[in-house]
């Protein structure tokens, strides 16, 4: 038996065993509870009693800033929080304030005490906008849900399709869209709902449908319909995306409507290629399928990352070129498909250089024909004009190829358009790309093939961008690029960061010139409906706010000459301008080249139906000019020739103009307006009805809308 003294010794260690245990017990749930706090395992934002910080309130970051409350952005509040030792991440949401506005905290309050290595969650406004699951609501519905936004919203309808998927006097459309905000320089305009009802007008069901099934529905209600391509999204493949006129606007019986359906890569044979004798060549002067403005990705609010194509004038003045211009600036470069000129029609399959005949869908855009340079001069193709002597050009006097010395081929503008569609790999495996630029693009974010985009060579990234063309040098800036090939090869590679993307159209309905809805709108409507007696529809007269809408646009009347025209722009409130241009060669021996000048500015005080269907324009007399004095002569600085002012012909003496209306019957033109264009038929459909008004002003000339649909 144990004396108690050992007893006692034993129990001691025993407790003290005891107490070791608890206290490693207590230690390890401790870390447990630490780590669990760290890794966010209870929540983003832990507030603990102690070993933390406040969270600064507003007050306490706008004086700390020098700003006032209202102006305390997010990112400061991020520099602020992650300068102590927060962790931080955004929440942005929609507001009455500013995009980047501070609005507060998400899961804390300030004031709230924080452990400093947590994870703060920032609340910031994205801007007023249209919040989630708006549609389909009434609008006294939606105009309280907006009622706290800060900005004017209007209630605008929109015409549907009577047998269609909305119910009249519902919220079917909105700018901006759901989830959406408005951009900042939008604040004073506002949000525009649109609400359904049925009438007469481009009906918004149109949006995202089938082209056939758009163009068929329309047909059906009596409209001229037109199909009109457009390389776009892949969701918008062989859908309409937008239309001419937009979505929700007003229509007259028999009106002529372009559909614009989205296309991808396989149609680039039809697109960009045409027919002559037989043989299918490269369409030069193609460019509507690629028209709109292309962003670097996260550029759009910034348009020096932005480049735009459009169409644009070629040496005759007619708007059949593609040109490309970019940023704020208004110059435009011109772009065709061909590398090279060639005087006479090629099988396009014989251009075995180029994209567009490789089946991958891309295809490349020049400026230019790669011709030789000579002292800043294009020396053009075949036998030129002028020779290069030491990098100086001079006229050529012989009737061949002369031997140049000192010119330079010339880096130029070089696009490639990548349609939905297009092998991005194929091309790269082809050799098509500079090695380093291959290898740099690889480690940027991917590109977004959902929809076309554009690469744009960029010279930074060449060693030369000028080599000596003399003798029988071949131009190393345009095709074939690839392994074996002389070109030098293309830069950058394709990559998120590299190219333009197009943007879509983000308001496919001109919001402003729509009618106001109210509360009677709806009731009243279906008396106006499409299914309503033609009759009683054709029976229309012109109201005054609106009568001039029909004739709005920029008309031109041709002279003998191409150097010879009248061209009239009409607004809708009935104002026009323009300019009569002659440029011919002075009869008074010196054969000098002169322009005769008129530019002219007036009024239409009233357009009034005729029993015949046209229309009168009633020029208003005492609101007509031309600028400055008739006779007088004077050195045009555009044109550098000498310039006399004359009259206005086609337009003076300004008193009756003759409408022929969208929808008159080509076969019952005079032939007085028939003479004044080469062919009728680009101004009317199969129907044999005019798909843009002609208006027969002074001397029966007729002036024809400069910019017409394809019917």
């Known amino acids: 038996m144990k004396k108690s003294s050992e007893l006692r010794a034993v129990n001691a260690r025993r407790w003290r065993n005891l107490a070791i245990v608890v206290a490693a017990v ?43 409350e209202d102006e305390v952005t997010a990112d400061q509040v991020d520099d602020i929080l992650e300068s102590r030792g927060w962790q931080t991440e955004r929440s942005a949401r929609l507001h009455r304030e500013d995009e980047g506005i501070f609005l507060g905290y ?49 209630m605008k309808k929109i015409p549907v399709l009577p047998d269609g998927d909305y119910a009249e006097g519902t919220v079917v459309a909105s700018y901006p869209g759901e989830n959406e905000a408005l951009d900042a320089d939008e604040r004073d305009s506002g949000i525009y709902i649109g609400v359904a009802f049925w009438d007469r007008g481009v009906p918004l069901e149109l949006y995202g449908m089938k082209k056939d099934e758009a163009k068929n529905r329309l047909t059906s209600l009596g409209y001229e319909v037109s199909l009109e391509p457009h390389y776009y999204t892949e969701e918008s493949v062989g859908k309409v995306f937008t239309s001419t006129p937009l979505i929700g606007s007003e229509l007259k019986p028999g009106q002529h409507i372009t559909l614009h359906y989205g296309v991808d890569a396989s149609t680039n044979e039809d697109l960009l290629l045409e027919e002559t004798g037989g043989t299918r060549h ?34 005759n003045g007619k708007g059949t070129t593609l040109v490309m211009s970019e940023g704020d600036s208004d110059e435009t470069t011109d772009l065709h498909l061909k590398a090279r000129f060639t005087f006479s029609v090629e099988d396009w399959k014989t251009e075995t250089d180029l994209l567009i005949t490789s089946g991958l869908g891309m295809f490349e855009l020049f400026h230019g024909y790669g011709n030789r340079q000579c002292g800043g001069k294009d020396l053009g193709p075949g036998i030129p004009e002028f020779a290069c002597r030491n990098g100086t050009p001079v006229r050529n006097t012989e009737d061949t190829f002369p031997r140049h010395t000192g010119s330079t081929y ?60 003399d003798g029988n040098a071949n131009n190393p800036f345009l095709p074939p690029f690839g392994a074996d090939a002389s070109g030098e090869a293309m830069a950058p590679a394709v990559s998120g960061t590299s190219v333009y993307y197009l943007q879509p159209v983000r308001s496919f309905v001109r919001w402003a010139e729509f009618t106001d809805y109210d509360e009677t709108s709806a009731a009243s409507s279906n008396s106006s409906s499409p299914d309503s007696s033609s009759d009683d529809s054709t029976q229309q007269t012109t109201n005054h706010d609106d009568q001039f809408d029909s004739v709005e646009g920029t008309y031109r009347v041709q002279g003998e000459s191409m150097k010879e025209f009248t061209q009239m722009t009409i607004k809708k409130d009935g104002s ?10 002075s009869d008074d021996g ?19 139906p005729n029993d015949d269907g046209t229309y009168t324009l ?65 101004y009317r459909t199969s129907g044999r009805v005019l798909v843009t008004p002609v208006i027969v002003g002074a001397d029966d000339m007729a002036f024809f809308l400069e910019e017409h649909p394809q019917g």
């Not at 007023?128 to 939606?142: D, F, R, S, Y």
């Not at 010196?590 to 009034?608: H, I, K, Q």
Request: glycine share 10%.
């Open 106 to 154: 998400v899961g804390a309050d300030a004031g709230d005490v924080v452990e400093s290595s947590s994870v703060v969650v920032i609340d910031e406004s994205k801007g007023p906008g249209i919040p989630e699951g708006t549609l389909e609501k009434t609008p006294q519905e939606v105009a309280d849900i907006l009622a706290d936004m800060g900005v004017p919203v209007h």
């Open 282 to 315: 490269l369409n030069y002067q193609v460019f509507k399928p690629m028209v709109g403005a292309y962003c670097k990705a996260g550029g759009q609010s910034d348009s020096s990352n932005c480049i735009f194509l459009d169409g644009g004038e070629d040496d």
């Open 590 to 608: 010196e054969n000098r080249p002169v322009l005769d000048y008129a530019a002219f500015t007036g009024r239409f005080e009233s357009m009034t």
């Open 576 to 585: 026009f301008s323009g300019e009569h241009i002659h440029q011919h060669f």
């Open 618 to 682: 009633q020029c208003a007399t005492d609101a007509f000019a031309v600028k400055g004095k008739r006779g007088d002569t004077y050195i045009d600085e555009k044109m550098d020739m000498p310039t006399t002012i004359t009259q206005a012909y086609g337009v003076e003496p300004c008193g009756k103009f003759v409408v022929y209306p969208v929808g008159f019957p080509t076969d019952d033109l005079p032939q007085s307006v028939l003479d004044w264009d080469y062919s009728i038929d680009q």
């Open 410 to 469: 010339e880096m130029q503008e070089m696009l490639v358009y990548f349609p939905v569609g297009s092998d991005i790999e194929g091309l790269e495996q082809r050799g098509y790309f500079d090695d380093e630029a291959l290898w740099a693009a690889g480690r940027e974010p991917s590109v977004d093939t959902t929809r076309p985009f554009i690469l744009r060579r960029d010279p930074s990234l060449y060693e030369t961008t000028s080599v000596n063309a």
């Open 26 to 68: 207590g230690v390890l749930v401790a870390v447990v509870v630490m780590l669990a706090i760290r890794m966010g395992w209870f929540s983003r934002t832990q507030i603990v009693e102690s070993d933390g910080q406040a969270l600064p309130s507003i007050e306490q970051l706008a004086e700390e800033l020098g700003v006032p």
